[in-house]
């Protein structure tokens, strides 16, 4: 199947130079695909054995990785999708290609979402990582809202590898959109993210909150690699009130707004949280960082006799020092 979905794209690209017959031949090869290898992949995902169904998966984001036979020999098939996916995950620039018609991945939602609750975790996060891959078939919004429920449903998942699976090709999602400069990626993170992240900053579980500041952190990386927004030039120009700017304020805003959690836990992870994307930030927004931690040390030094937790204190600390080293890196310019 792996083999099949490479060559074919590969056959396809050859018959974009408009000869009659090669187009006749990719409309035959598109007819196959969906007569025989989509309904073979559906009865692969429901095999009882995960093993099968991991490798049933891995063949579509094998095929969506864009490198033919070159990734072929390097590619370890024994490695689990989760294991694949994170390396994929890391890298700075993937690269997606569309080996699937958005027709034919509308197909496999209704078995992924079956998939997505099965008793055995491993099944569920496998079909989690697979979207990526899927979204990067697609064109059309509602096509890609109706894929991000796989992730909206196991971020509430009772496995933490799952929910960080779910959270992260929620948030990941828009890398493999918009590569010909147009905005896809802010209309995901704005139409289809945004929503879900409020909705886990809202949440009585303390793990949704949790899981609220690590998708901050995904999403303001994100943001400065790969959306089209004039954000990632406003950090060293720093120009406000454009789309980007406020997309971040606004993210920014969720993430302080649980300065005061009543769980320590979720109290010390806001300055954790913003330690790690300090250099992602543009001069106004280190500022409105630097404002809230200090806020927060101050109201955490007021808990109590003992004067609050003190881990709470010191990540606020550490990222607030980092704010103004940056902040003092601007000023130079």
Known sequence: LLSFLVWFHTSEDSSAQGNSSDETRVASQKRYIDDILIPLLQTLLQDPDPEVTSAALRAVTNASKGHGRENRRNED?????SSHQSHLMEKIDPVIRPVLSEAQVL????????????AQWRVRQSAVEIVPALLGCTHKLETRSEISQLCVKLMGDRVDAVRKSAAECLCHGGRNLGSDGSNEVDVWLSTIVMP?????????DCKQRLLC??????????IARY????????????????????????ILDIALSLCNDKIVNVRLNVGRTYGNVINTLACSDLEYVVSSLE??????????????????????QKSISAAKDRLKCFSRK
Do not use: W
């Open 77 to 81: 098939d024994s490695v689990s999708l």
């Open 107 to 118: 197909k496999l939602v209704p078995t992924l979402s079956e998939l997505s609750s099965s």
């Open 196 to 204: 879900h992240l409020e909705a886990c900053r809202n949440s009585a």
């Open 213 to 222: 500041l690590k998708m901050v952190e995904m999403i303001l990386v994100d």
């Open 227 to 250: 959306s089209s927004s004039s954000y990632n030039q406003s950090v060293e120009d720093e120009k406000e009130g454009t789309d980007g700017s406020l997309l971040v304020r606004r």
């Open 295 to 316: 806020s927060q040390i101050a109201e955490e030094k007021s808990r109590g006799i003992n004067g609050g937790d003190r881990d709470v204190i010191y990540f606020a």
